[in-house]
C-alpha cells in the first residue's frame, strides 16, 4: 500500500465537502437578491444589515429557530416569512432559510404522515372516513385535516425550541472544546539565540 493513499483520499473527501459547500452557498439566497424581492420590498434597508448574516451564536440559534418553525408552519413562502422574521428577531438569515429546507417537494409527505399521525394521537381522532362509503371528498380530506393541521403546529414548536436548544448547546461546545485544546496544547518554548 502506497504512503501517500490515505492523503489522497483525504484530500478528495475534502474536496467533495469544499464543493458540497459551495453547490449549499450558490443555492442559498444572497443579501442582495433578498433585498431586491418583492415581497420584502419594505425591509429590504434593513436586510442589508451585516448583523444578520454574520455567524454569531445567538443569532444563529434564533436562525435555526425560526427557520424550523416556518417549514413546518406553512407550505408555501417559507424563506420570505423567515427573512421577515429574521429582521426582527435579529436572527441569521442564511441559517433560517436553509431550516426552512427540512421540509421540501421530497420530505413533505413523509413529514405530514407524520405530522397526522401525532395529531390523531393527541385528538384521539377516529380512523379517517373511507371514501369508498359514500363519503364525499371534502368529508375524507377534514378526516386528515384537523390531525394534520396539530401536528404540523407541534412540529413547528416544538422543533423551533428544540433547534434553539440544540444550536446553543453545539455552540457552547464548540467553544469548550477549542479552549480545552487550547489550554492542552503544548507550547513551543521560544530557544534563545546561540551566541
Request: proline content about 7%; charged content about 15%.
Amino acid at each position: 500500500m502506497n504512503a501517500d493513499q490515505p492523503l489522497t483520499s483525504a484530500r478528495s473527501s475534502n474536496g467533495r465537502l469544499a464543493g458540497l459547500i459551495n453547490r449549499l452557498r450558490s443555492a442559498l439566497p444572497c443579501r442582495e437578491s433578498l433585498a431586491a424581492h418583492p415581497w420584502l420590498k419594505p425591509v429590504a434597508h434593513r436586510l442589508l444589515d451585516r448583523q444578520l448574516w454574520r455567524a454569531q451564536h445567538e443569532a444563529v440559534a434564533r436562525g435555526v429557530a425560526i427557520g424550523i418553525f416556518w417549514a413546518f408552519a406553512v407550505p408555501v413562502a417559507q424563506f420570505a416569512l423567515a427573512t421577515l422574521n429574521c429582521v426582527w428577531w435579529r436572527a441569521n438569515i442564511p441559517v433560517a432559510a436553509g431550516m426552512t429546507l427540512v421540509t421540501n417537494p421530497f420530505t413533505i409527505g413523509f413529514w405530514l404522515w407524520l405530522a397526522y399521525r401525532l395529531g390523531s394521537l393527541v385528538l384521539d381522532a377516529p380512523a379517517p372516513v373511507p371514501l369508498a362509503d359514500g363519503a364525499g371528498m371534502l368529508a375524507w380530506l377534514g378526516s386528515f385535516g384537523a390531525p394534520t393541521i396539530l401536528g404540523m403546529g407541534i412540529f413547528a414548536f416544538g422543533g423551533a425550541l428544540t433547534g434553539y436548544l440544540v444550536a446553543k448547546l453545539a455552540w457552547r461546545m464548540r467553544v469548550g472544546f477549542k479552549r480545552w485544546r487550547r489550554q492542552n496544547t503544548p507550547r513551543t518554548a521560544a530557544t534563545p539565540p546561540a551566541g
